[in-house]
């Protein structure tokens, strides 16, 4: 069956087009991709449907990618954990620079390249954790 192949992506962002951009360059992939403005929809989702990736903004209304990052930790879900890859314009930030040390989650540095995107997310999609 190939659909239980298809894997989940949820996209975490609040720019219309950046996250409409998304969903096509993922879905051309054959992805799954859903996609929220917020943490606070992402949780929302994250408890309904397991994703195998969300691809997240650091800064968000609400509930930015930190606080999501923290919430998906603490939460006890049914569903497996998913990889996070972040997406930030503020990497140099102090405060990002040390949450994205710390977690060492792949980050994109925006503006990016769709075709890097796609790297990325096809490389955590397979399992392999080389950099």
């Known amino acids: ?4 192949d298809m894997k989940r992506v949820l996209v975490v962002e609040d720019d219309d087009e950046l996250r409409a951009v998304l969903i096509d360059v993922l879905s051309e992939e054959g992805r ?14 994250q408890n309904t449907k397991s994703y ?17 990052y923290e ?4 939460g ?18 102090r405060t990002y620079a ?9 980050t994109l540095q925006k503006p990016f390249n769709l075709k890097v995107v796609r790297q990325v997310v096809n490389v955590l999609l397979s399992g392999s954790h080389s950099t």
Do not use: S, W
Not at 32 to 45: F, N, S, T
Not at 71 to 74: N, Q
């Open 52 to 68: 195998d990736v969300i691809l997240c903004d650091l800064r968000l209304p609400r509930l930015d990618g930190p606080a999501l």
């Open 76 to 93: 006890r879900y049914t569903v497996p954990f998913p990889r996070l890859i972040f997406m930030t314009g503020y990497a140099a930030d």
């Open 1 to 4: 069956n190939g659909r239980q």
């Open 71 to 74: 919430a998906l930790h603490a």
């Open 32 to 45: 799954r991709v859903d996609a929220v403005r917020d943490g606070v929809e992402a949780l929302a989702l």
């Open 98 to 106: 040390a949450f994205l040390k710390r977690t060492n989650a792949p």
